[in-house]
């Protein structure tokens, strides 16, 4: 019997780093093409703020420092944090209907400033009964000890645990501690798997 509900937070609640290269590229002069390949070149030192080895505006004036955009820190700032205002349709009227019938947990890989900027302006997000960041941890979802970190602070049993994330190597890495998985497509895919293959009560 499933007690404990786990959600990702990004591209499952809200949306969150991923989606900003189409915002830059209709404000600013970059193409999200070129945005995404520059990123790419700088996601170690993400990852490492994600860990809590890094601010965000080092990050950034890295990620900027050898281009030749025409965008200042305090507007690629105020971009991610538009982006991180758009909510994914759905998934918290779910969470709304599961409260009270489930210890819901929200698990999310985010740089301090940003979960900072997101507990700040969703107050929705208090309906969790934990939250848990990796800028806290020191430890992505994707990294050794995670989960099991999780399981020990809450006192909860895997097989009574479900965790829900949109990346495959997050749900493995779950699995792995004896934790079911759904792989998060949208609102609607999700609920149906919650309800039929693990017989959550959603109405």
Request: overall charge negative; glycine content about 4%.
């Amino acid at each position: 019997m499933i007690k404990n509900i786990i959600f990702d937070l990004s591209e499952v609640i809200i949306f969150g780093y991923y989606g900003t290269e189409d915002l830059v590229e209709k404000k600013y002069k970059i193409t999200a093409k070129e945005f995404l390949a520059q990123r790419e070149i700088y996601n170690d030192l993400f990852l490492e703020a994600m860990r809590g080895n890094g601010t965000e505006e080092a990050y950034f004036a890295e990620l900027v420092k050898e281009t030749n955009w025409e965008i200042t820190l305090e507007e690629l700032k105020s971009t991610i944090r538009e982006n991180l205002n758009r909510q994914i349709e759905g998934t918290m009227e779910i969470i709304q209907k599961l409260k009270g019938k489930y210890q819901l947990i929200l698990l999310s890989d985010h740089i301090k400033e940003w979960a900072d900027y997101i507990v700040e302006t969703n107050q929705n997000l208090q309906i969790f009964d934990s939250i848990f960041f990796s800028y806290e941890l020191g430890k992505l979802k994707s990294d050794a000890g995670t989960f099991q970190f999780v399981l020990e602070k809450l006192k909860i049993n895997p097989s009574e645990t479900v965790f829900i994330d949109d990346y495959e190597k997050n749900i493995e890495m779950a699995k792995a501690q004896g934790i079911h998985g759904i792989l998060f497509q949208n609102a609607n895919q999700l609920q149906e798997e919650l309800k039929k293959k693990y017989r959550i009560e959603i109405n």
